[in-house]
């Protein structure tokens, strides 16, 4: 097992691995998670944002770290700009 460190923007995002629901980021210690070494499909999603895809390669001798902002759904940007 390789070790997943996610430092998401909102932090409760929900995470799936390899299709497998895992939960939100924030609720694993530390926001670290353990996953299958090899290259795992990572699938990040949160009300009102854009669901993000990534391959990311795990290996056992290092914690691969997901720093990532995810960015809000056209829509939303669309209701923020008609505010202004």
Request: avoid cysteine.
């Amino acid at each position: 097992m390789g070790l997943l460190r996610l430092e998401v923007d909102p932090p409760d995002a929900i995470i799936w691995v390899d299709g497998e629901y895992l939960g939100h980021a924030n609720g694993w210690v530390e926001s670290t998670l353990r996953v299958p070494v090899g290259v795992r499909r990572v699938e990040l999603e949160a009300a009102g944002f854009m669901s993000q895809r990534f391959d990311i390669a795990i290996t056992i001798h290092e914690e691969v770290i997901l720093r990532l902002a995810m960015q809000p759904e056209i829509e939303d940007l669309d209701d923020v700009s008609e505010d202004s």
